[in-house]
């Protein structure tokens, strides 16, 4: 997860490659959906990432937005392997709050 993050929002081209093709079909929706959503990000960082084997990992993922806003989120995520790279296959927000 903190790899993925890292990555966000500068380099959208390889962040998109870190998500199957269920990810980018469902929860992205399409890549001028996800494009149009990093653009409103100003910063993102990750804390407290915990794995769980053998695909799980949940993370507390704070954005900072253009406009000002700020707002941590407790998501989980579900991976799949593609050869030797981990893709992000699902996601659940867990909590939401101001931050």
Known sequence: MRDYYALLPDDRDAGWKRLSPRYQQT???DR???DAFWKSVDKVS???VRGSAPDSVT???RYEFT???RV???TSFTLVR???ALLIDTSTVRSS???
Do not use: F, L, N, S
């Open 27 to 29: 929860t992205a929706t």
């Open 32 to 34: 001028e959906t996800y």
């Open 46 to 48: 990750t804390h407290q």
């Open 59 to 61: 993370a507390t993922v």
């Open 67 to 69: 406009d000002g806003r």
């Open 72 to 74: 941590e989120e407790v």
């Open 82 to 84: 593609d050869g030797d």
């Open 97 to 99: 709050r101001p931050a």
